[in-house]
């Protein structure tokens, strides 16, 4: 794993290092190819001895299914791709998961480096090592435990990325500070307007601490026994907003704001959490900026889509609540009373929701 502003021009040595390889094929999506397609393919043919060839898919959730992984794979056999070939893939989570996927079930597996341009890509699916496709019946249902040979992370490649896009995937690091780590926490709230501006300092600290910290929670849990659950803190009802509103409101980040917000505010009604910590929680989600609004949502619209969550368990819903800054509890069992009633609530906490 290398973070560092303007790594991305030297991967040819760090894939060199990997060993010998017979072929290296970038798999990415023409967005992401259009902004750093050349300056990487320059950077490989330099080192490289080896074919250097480009497969390009469509990176929208609705094609992150099992018919790409087959054109990809189909792809792969035309061009004469071999066990010893490597894969690239340079892109946000789908790129990943999906270039992941195909990185793992072509030949049963050859050599994966993810370069990672989104930071939600960057601070999460990057590292893990979870691949896997939609079916139409839900997300990430196929798939397989694939941990890349190398990650390279950076920063820079962010420059590009739609500011919405980029504000979303700076939630997930305001998660990190909560579920992990209080040091963290203290420097978003101290250098929140420099990471808005993508500063590359800035980011770099950041993001490196991101990393360690989902490093370390899957070093420790790596299938998801026990200690990951920490990782899905906002994700409970995150993931009910994104299905309930056919994951066209909200950007993944945005609906896991308004989780983050919940539990914060469950973590306070059951007495987990003091509220001075609460109001630094809710204010440092708030200053990431405007999320859309929760407007025509009811909350028993959402109970059967919680209930029917890939982490409940037999249609108990448990969540994730913040103890502290930096402390999480997980396994929580919380009376649907106190869920209706906080999701009532939410819409007039946040003064930074946009309608
Ligand atoms: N495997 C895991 O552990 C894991 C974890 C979190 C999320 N995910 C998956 O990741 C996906 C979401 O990923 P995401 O948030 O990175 O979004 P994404 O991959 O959908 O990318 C968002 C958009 O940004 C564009 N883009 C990417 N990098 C760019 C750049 N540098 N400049 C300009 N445009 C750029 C993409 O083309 C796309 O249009 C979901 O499918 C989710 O299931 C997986
Ligand atoms: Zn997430």
Redesign the pocket.
Known sequence: MQCAPGILPRPGAAISRLGETTGIYVLS????W???GRPLLRALGQRQRVRVRAILFD???SA?DLATIEQISRQLVLAGADRHTTIVAM???????VA?FAAASYLRGVRLVHV??????QV?????????V?LPEG??LV?AFYPPQLVLTDPK??????HR?YR??LY?VVKYGIIADPELFMYLERHMLALLRRDAKALTWVITRCIRIKAHVVARDEHEGGLRHILNFGHTLGHALEAATRYRRF???EAIAWGMLAATLFGLATERLREPEAMRIMRLIGSVGPVPSLAGIRAAQLRPILAGDKKARGGRVLWVLPRRVGKVEWGIDLPWTLVSRTFAELPRLSATAKS
């Open positions: 999506s023409p967005r992401v259009e902004h750093w990176d929208s959730e992150k892109g946000g989570g789908v790129v990943g998961d992941g990672p341009t989104t930071l939600v890509a999460d699916s990057s590292i893990g090592g979870k691949t896997g939609n997300k990430n798939g490649v962010l420059l590009t990325l739609p896009e979303s995937g997930e950007l993944h980040g």
